[in-house]
């Protein structure tokens, strides 16, 4: 077996917060190439990044999760869900480092700008480590709780799923929110020479 055949077996047996915690760390160990760019391919680093993360989110609020939600069953749906947004998560992680830190190296000086791209890596970072994790879970439990009948715990179950389900939504939200005030600024700056 070869290395790279070994590599990829080990990685495909990790978890989905190991394989988000790789695309971090892969995403980081990246930054350095940011700074062999110009100017113009910094920002249009900075623009694919961003516009890549904005669109994902974008399809998967309104298009992808809606359209599933409708058109499958709750077990069906959940399981993809399980295993769609760890993927989503690790999205927002790579894209949202990319999109920080060729800002950062355009504009050394923390601005307005910089803090709606903290912000936004920061709900992927809390969704890919805690909360998307922990949302499975309790789906799960909920699913063992409903086959045992057991009332108290699918209660107990539910109110957690539904928790947690709703943080991550309204705070995907508001990273969208920080991702189009980020844009909104940089189109201000560029409409006069547009």
Avoid at 37 to 51: E, K, R, T, V
Avoid at 92 to 107: D, E, F, M, P, V
């Amino acid at each position: 077996m070869s290395v790279l055949s070994c590599l990829r077996s080990w990685i495909f047996k990790q978890s989905d917060v190991t394989h988000s915690g790789l695309a971090m760390a892969g995403s980081l160990a990246a930054v350095p190439l940011l700074t062999k760019l110009g100017g113009s391919g910094l920002a249009a680093a900075n623009l694919l990044s961003i516009s890549t993360q904005l669109g994902s989110q974008v399809y998967v609020a309104f298009v992808g999760g809606p359209t599933m939600f409708v058109n499958m069953d709750k077990t069906a749906f959940g399981n993809i869900q399980a295993r769609l947004f760890p993927k989503f998560g690790m999205v927002g992680l790579s894209t949202g480092i990319w999109t920080l830190a060729s800002y950062h190296i355009a504009h050394t000086q923390p601005d307005i700008c910089t803090w709606a791209l903290l912000a936004s890596l920061s709900v992927h970072i809390l969704n890919a480590f805690l909360i998307f994790p922990k949302t499975t879970q309790f789906m799960f439990q909920l699913r063992q709780a409903e086959k045992t009948e057991n009332t108290e715990a699918i209660s107990q179950y539910r109110k957690k799923f539904g928790a947690l389900h709703g943080i991550s939504n309204l705070i995907n939200f508001a990273s969208m929110g920080a991702n189009v005030f980020y844009l909104y600024i940089l189109a201000s700056r560029i409409s006069g020479v547009w």
